[in-house]
């Protein structure tokens, strides 16, 4: 790539898609929530990812999640679409209408159904199709959690030579294989931790931005954490990670989508219904919620 | 249930989908192939399930596939359509349209992207949100090796007293699962062994049938196997057990529906392509499933 | 082997071992409970395998076990010793001790420390190397739920043409994988279900017998349904094998050795402490046993 | 502890232990080795730990290999003598032993084979028992890629408030688990990092030292990466990470301990031959070996 590389170093957290209380697309709502995002330390979002339970939607939800939040970000801020589908050509559908919309980039988890064959040389061909017809760079996204797969890391490797292929979000954890991606990738293949619990770990080794769902309620929190690493003060940095462990834990593993939309709800922005098979949260687990994001002052 | 009950006592192959080299539906293919499977020992089909691609079909595709088995299926065998989806709103839309084209079943892989979350709890109000809207019967569908995640057997239990729910595929080959499952739920309650790698013994724990892949390949050893059972003749079933091992592995763990597809065209049906990012086979892949389908007399 | 082969065939469970207050030894309790389960159905005895708590006793303990269980057990009932150490001298070294003493075969579970290098070469020849120095017949163990490690089919497989090797415990519980066992070794080579939980199942595809946890509580019930499978009644056993997943669950998986040894104390065995790091059940886990016991009439 | 408390701040590998060609122990040749790593930047060893291929020696010889190394240990040195052992008793026995010889801590592996039962509960008993007994100070340690047991983070944050409890061991390299164990237990309870592969991620969230299996091939490289750190040369230390991965990678989870000691002979220390079930490495593999340390500037 010679022209100037589109630049992942920063936060982007993964932003919830509201509905209303008929399961519909409240996008007004979604709307009033990134005007408030927009005020915070932010660098981009990623729209219709994970959190953005964009495995409930339709293709065509995924494309007016998009094309709402393009509508509401300013131009300076990145606009990341999760277009990621089981099917080859089903994920290129979803990459030009989200390029067309105005997508900056695009997160493209692994397709997993058929686990078993998703070797190396099948993920491989799989995003080298869809690299070689995009217009817009592209990011790969391993979630294990969710999908019951780990992206092979040769697999990464080999896909970080293509030109189209920027970067890789890795929410698994692995802080080793983090590491390694760095040191066998080009110097302009960005890596980016996919929780803010391993913020500091993975900036240490070399991961250069975050797409942290904690990031849609304690921006500020985590854009310190980054600030301080960047200027040497790791003592302090790794004081507000301990600080964000807890709360991370709370709307990730622990209460999921759930739980970041019960957070948001506290902080004043719209948080609202999930989607089925996803449940709402009992009042005690919304309380214990609250006493998390309270004792971490993120309330 | 009242009404004399749909009986999934028999065979029920999971049928591939037809793609044309363009990679589109091949309709005209797939119902030349179901009239030859009509000629066959089976007591119906699934159409559009794990064998079928459906996580590489579109809600539309997946309904053109189902009206197009049900203009080729007689009335005396079952057509089951695989209707699973992420979402709950989802799945029942994909249930309403396939009963209205006349599925006589209907059968529902687990949601499993958001895995942590698939609770005993969220699982139960799934599939009873369903269960209470639909207009044909309903089969669980527990397949870990593809969704990455164990239907809860109390899950299983609690939701087989719904009248609507009237039996469970299970693929995961627990033995000592499906004994219990058959054991704590009610008499009319069907458990289906997921594969022919274990159907001597699915039906000796008391399994009542099979949804197999090898069933499109080798109808007739597994009728016979079944009525060898039957007759108390588990010696010679055994014999036939133990020579579908390897076919049964060839086209499913070990190649997967690339394999299934190039046992049909290796048995004159129409195989075909599969879809991206499912990958064909190499020459020599497909020499290997030759020989082991000879081995097994299925050639 | 040309000479008559020692038959596997049977029921072989696996006694525990009795320790006193102080948490040594008794053998006196041990040989009086070896006496009881003389007088019932079984084959022949495992002496300390995992449910004689093998991994918490000395190999001087060991020894003096398998010694004691000899002069207890009558000549026409097989003393099956469990030999398997971590290192390759340590399990010659027990297996050379047990034999001596007169143990009529040894159990050899898997090495398991070092799993990622126990390869099928390395447990190949960590087998070979023992058998060719035995001079007892040897059975492979493989207990998963253990070890953290499943022997690969394929080692157990080239070790099955061993002329000292006869045979293999499974405990894993994959049926199919059972199944492929019987398929691919010698019609001489025994493969045994290593929990009653699929008995049946196991005998429908070809294991000649079982090392159950429950056959020290239950002798009469499995000696039934091993005989009504062999008399062609598999409805028959299949009730049976109903009846017995509750009491086999509680006294393995649920509540393990602590839940069998009360099972012991309530039908007048002696059952006694379990060692450290094993604890002593509740009061209210001893009664939930007390009921599942009952009600599968075993108490 | 109101005593100055053992500083676990540092490196400290675990030595290998030195067989002759015909499996016993040389501890001559270990001794030999020692001499040569007391001149190396290092802290301190772990004598007896995985790396000593401790699954694989008798009690005895574990005792004996302790005291040699006392013998060559300077007492600036800290001698931690692995003192694991699956039942509590033989813990207890190991750890009386290794005290009266010498040792200046102990680490304890997790009790694994009935892992089912290793409820918090019954490790919490099982430490605070032996911790209740101990004349020094012991350090938890987790290492589930052997053990297949992960310590449950509840019971090392309940253990880590008993007095003699001082550290942890963490090998499983889960730095959002390592960084959460640092936040919940007390100030002095100290967490080292199980491998060099997260050293620095593991710095990074407050792990004070290592045990590092590299460090007794690349002790030089380590105690830079270290102090680079500790100056706030983060860049620096991430440079030097990288360029261990690969060597690191070759002597843990590629090669195992065969690869450790086959690096030990490239670099002119005795590795020498390894005990069965574990295989010496085939002259290909030693030259990959060769080639992963010479790249890293390690010979």
């Known amino acids: 790539m010679t022209d100037p590389v589109l630049s992942l170093a920063g936060l982007f957290p993964p932003v919830p898609t509201a509905f209303d209380d008929q399961g519909d697309l409240n996008l007004d709502a979604f709307q009033a929530n990134m005007e408030r995002w927009n005020s915070e330390p932010l660098d981009g979002y990623v729209v219709g990812g994970s959190n953005g339970e964009f495995a409930l939607l339709s293709p065509d939800e995924r494309l007016a999640v998009v094309r709402a939040a393009r509508q509401a970000i300013p131009q ?23 390029a067309e919309i105005g997508a900056d980039a695009l997160l493209l988890v692994t397709p997993s159904y058929y686990k078993a064959l998703m070797t190396t040389s099948a993920l491989v061909n799989h995003y080298t199709y869809i690299a070689d017809r995009a217009s817009v760079p592209l990011i790969l ?42 040191e066998a990738t080009p110097p302009d293949f960005q890596v980016l931790a996919g929780s ?27 854009a310190r954490l980054m600030s301080l690493f960047h200027a040497g003060d790791i003592e302090g940095a790794r004081l507000i ?45 919304r309380n214990d919620i609250e006493r998390i994001l309270r004792k971490a002052e993120i309330l």
Chains 1, 2, 3, 4 share one sequence.
């Not at 922005?269 to 005690?284: A, C, D, K, T």
């Open 141 to 182: 996204y391993n979630v294990p959690a969710n999908t019951g797969l780990n992206l092979p890391a040769e697999a990464a490797i080999e896909l970080a030579s293509h030109p189209r292929i920027i970067g890789m979000k890795d929410s698994g954890g692995d802080i080793v294989r983090i590491a390694g991606l760095v």
């Open 196 to 222: 803010a619990s391993f913020l500091l770990a993975g900036l240490s080794v070399g991961a250069v931005g975050c797409v942290p769902a904690l990031g849609n309620l304690a921006a500020e929190h985590l």
């Open 241 to 285: 990670q301990q600080a964000m462990l807890a709360p991370n834990r709370a709307v990730t593993s622990q209460y999921g989508v759930p739980g970041l939309k019960a957070g948001l709800d506290l902080r004043g922005y719209y948080g609202g219904p999930v989607r089925g098979p996803l449940q709402g949260l009992s009042e005690s687990d």
């Open 76 to 98: 300076d801020r990145f606009l990341i679409g999760g277009a990621g589908a089981e099917s080859t050509r089903g994920t290129l559908h979803l990459c030009q209408g989200m």
